[in-house]
């Protein structure tokens, strides 16, 4: 992706650079067209605050209202952006406040659905989808994987903004960050598996011990690190720097190198905000840490949802309508396999779950950029890619307004909002 403005070299006439040395500063429009993106963001942020609306359907509303006048030029919805930008700082800012107490005692339950979940989801929306649709294997199991995680971009925002009660906010936001790593990681066995690669028990053992474990230990050596150098430091200024190069360092670092950069991200978030605040980091620091990584995540928020909308205007769907809405009710499906039947494993334990947190860990696992951005990330040569594509759009389409707009009426019949 080009930048909204760039030093470029341009050929005259004469076909030479013009000027001395042949550099001119090109500026581009669509840093415009950015900045209307955040005007819109701030109107909606009031409007649906005074409307009593989710701010995420308002923003997905009001990208494809841009996009049906032309007024989102120069704006896509892209996996670069969403993995690039986007993604690192609203990870960082959820974990950053996950408690380190509540992630040590709720493991085993996250770690269960997060992981065994995704793979049972990923199996039931892969086999309806070969055998109902007609999709082949590679593309089914594709699809499965890429739908199979709830997207933490989504379940993060919903969950701060209906101020859900803490168990449940706790175990639906700490559950759509980790089993992003786990989706990630079945989509590139596929991805592996079609392009020839050995997909044994071994190699499959070996790709989840190192994608988890590489990431999660990449985070905390990256957050690590930067806490010992702003330990040197009681400016503040230097210390929010740091944190921005944990938040993106450690991603961009842990991709690189082909483990998970979202469990990499989430690692040193929980480092810093558990250990960095009056630690490495000054009382004033920290404080400036907690505020800004939350502006930061609210333009992040604003940014993704209103490309999902732009993308949504744009998305040739009629011709997979019958897909789509199989692969709706597949994903509800998979949902279902992913959080009863390990919530019944747990029945007896301290980690137990009402029946009312099981409904909402179900009904509140939304599907978002991150599936979107896997979507378009699939291979160019697989036959049905355009279909796949579509289709996830309608998922995420379906997952955004009907189950994004009904969670808060579940949320307070259940009595699950804090202060209720």
């Not at 380190?100 to 039931?124: D, K, M, N, Q, Y």
């Not at 079609?194 to 590489?214: D, E, F, H, Y």
């Not at 400036?288 to 333009?299: E, I, Q």
């Not at 289709?391 to 009595?415: C, D, N, Y």
């Given at each position: 992706?080009?930048?909204?403005?760039?030093?470029?070299?341009?050929?005259?006439?004469?076909?030479?650079?013009?000027?001395?040395?042949?550099?001119?500063?090109?500026?581009?429009?669509?840093?415009?067209?950015?900045?209307?993106?955040?005007?819109?963001?701030?109107?909606?942020?009031?409007?649906?605050?005074?409307?009593?609306?989710?701010?995420?359907?308002?923003?997905?509303?009001?990208?494809?209202?841009?996009?049906?006048?032309?007024?989102?030029?120069?704006?896509?919805?892209?996996?670069?952006?969403?993995?690039?930008?986007?993604?690192?700082?609203?990870?960082?800012?959820?974990?950053?406040?996950?408690?380190?107490?509540?992630?040590?005692?709720?493991?085993?339950?996250?770690?269960?659905?997060?992981?065994?979940?995704?793979?049972?989801?990923?199996?039931?929306?892969?086999?309806?989808?070969?055998?109902?649709?007609?999709?082949?294997?590679?593309?089914?199991?594709?699809?499965?994987?890429?739908?199979?995680?709830?997207?933490?971009?989504?379940?993060?925002?919903?969950?701060?903004?209906?101020?859900?009660?803490?168990?449940?906010?706790?175990?639906?936001?700490?559950?759509?960050?980790?089993?992003?790593?786990?989706?990630?990681?079945?989509?590139?066995?596929?991805?592996?598996?079609?392009?020839?690669?050995?997909?044994?028990?071994?190699?499959?053992?070996?790709?989840?011990?190192?994608?988890?474990?590489?990431?999660?230990?990449?985070?905390?050596?990256?957050?690590?690190?930067?806490?010992?150098?702003?330990?040197?430091?009681?400016?503040?200024?230097?210390?929010?720097?740091?944190?921005?190069?944990?938040?993106?360092?450690?991603?961009?670092?842990?991709?690189?190198?082909?483990?998970?950069?979202?469990?990499?991200?989430?690692?040193?978030?929980?480092?810093?905000?558990?250990?960095?605040?009056?630690?490495?980091?000054?009382?004033?620091?920290?404080?400036?840490?907690?505020?800004?990584?939350?502006?930061?995540?609210?333009?992040?928020?604003?940014?993704?949802?209103?490309?999902?909308?732009?993308?949504?205007?744009?998305?040739?769907?009629?011709?997979?309508?019958?897909?789509?809405?199989?692969?709706?009710?597949?994903?509800?499906?998979?949902?279902?396999?992913?959080?009863?039947?390990?919530?019944?494993?747990?029945?007896?334990?301290r980690l137990a779950l009402p029946r009312a947190t099981q409904h909402l860990l179900f009904w509140g696992g939304l599907r978002g950029?991150?599936?979107?951005?896997?979507?378009?990330?699939?291979?160019?040569?697989?036959?049905?890619?355009?279909?796949?594509?579509?289709?996830?759009?309608?998922?995420?389409?379906?997952?955004?307004?009907?189950?994004?707009?009904?969670?808060?009426?579940?949320?307070?019949?259940?009595?699950?909002v804090a202060g209720d």
């Amino acid at each position: 992706m080009r930048p909204a403005w760039s030093l470029q070299r341009r050929a005259g006439p004469n076909g030479k650079p013009p000027g001395p040395g042949g550099t001119v500063v090109h500026h581009d429009t669509s840093i415009v067209t950015w900045g209307l993106l955040l005007f819109v963001a701030c109107l909606v942020a009031i409007v649906t605050r005074r409307l009593g609306l989710p701010y995420a359907i308002g923003l997905v509303v009001a990208g494809i209202g841009l996009a049906l006048v032309g007024a989102d030029r120069g704006a896509t919805l892209t996996p670069e952006i969403i993995f690039t930008f986007l993604l690192p700082p609203l990870v960082f800012e959820a974990a950053l406040n996950l408690e380190w107490s509540h992630v040590r005692r709720e493991a085993p339950l996250v770690l269960s659905i997060a992981f065994v979940g995704t793979l049972l989801s990923a199996l039931v929306v892969a086999a309806g989808m070969h055998w109902l649709i007609g999709w082949s294997w590679q593309a089914a199991l594709l699809f499965g994987a890429l739908i199979a995680a709830t997207d933490p971009v989504s379940v993060i925002a919903m969950m701060k903004e209906q101020r859900a009660e803490e168990r449940l906010r706790f175990l639906m936001e700490a559950e759509s960050l980790v089993n992003d790593g786990a989706a990630a990681v079945l989509f590139t066995l596929v991805a592996g598996w079609i392009a020839g690669a050995a997909t044994g028990p071994g190699a499959i053992g070996l790709a989840l011990v190192t994608t988890v474990g590489g990431g999660v230990l990449c985070g905390l050596a990256v957050a690590g690190g930067l806490l010992l150098v702003a330990g040197r430091s009681d400016d503040h200024l230097v210390e929010l720097t740091l944190t921005m190069l944990a938040a993106y360092g450690s991603f961009l670092l842990a991709e690189r190198l082909g483990v998970s950069g979202v469990l990499a991200t989430l690692a040193a978030g929980v480092f810093l905000g558990n250990y960095g605040q009056g630690r490495g980091l000054t009382d004033y620091g920290s404080e400036a840490m907690l505020r800004f990584w939350s502006y930061a995540a609210f333009l992040a928020n604003s940014v993704v949802f209103l490309l999902i909308g732009t993308r949504e205007a744009a998305q040739p769907v009629r011709g997979y309508l019958l897909a789509a809405s199989v692969a709706v009710v597949l994903v509800l499906a998979g949902r279902i396999a992913a959080v009863y039947p390990i919530a019944a494993l747990f029945r007896r334990s301290r980690l137990a779950l009402p029946r009312a947190t099981q409904h909402l860990l179900f009904w509140g696992g939304l599907r978002g950029a991150l599936a979107l951005a896997l979507a378009l990330a699939t291979p160019p040569g697989l036959p049905e890619r355009a279909a796949l594509i579509s289709v996830a759009f309608v998922v995420v389409a379906f997952s955004i307004f009907v189950q994004g707009l009904t969670v808060p009426r579940l949320l307070r019949r259940a009595g699950l909002v804090a202060g209720d």
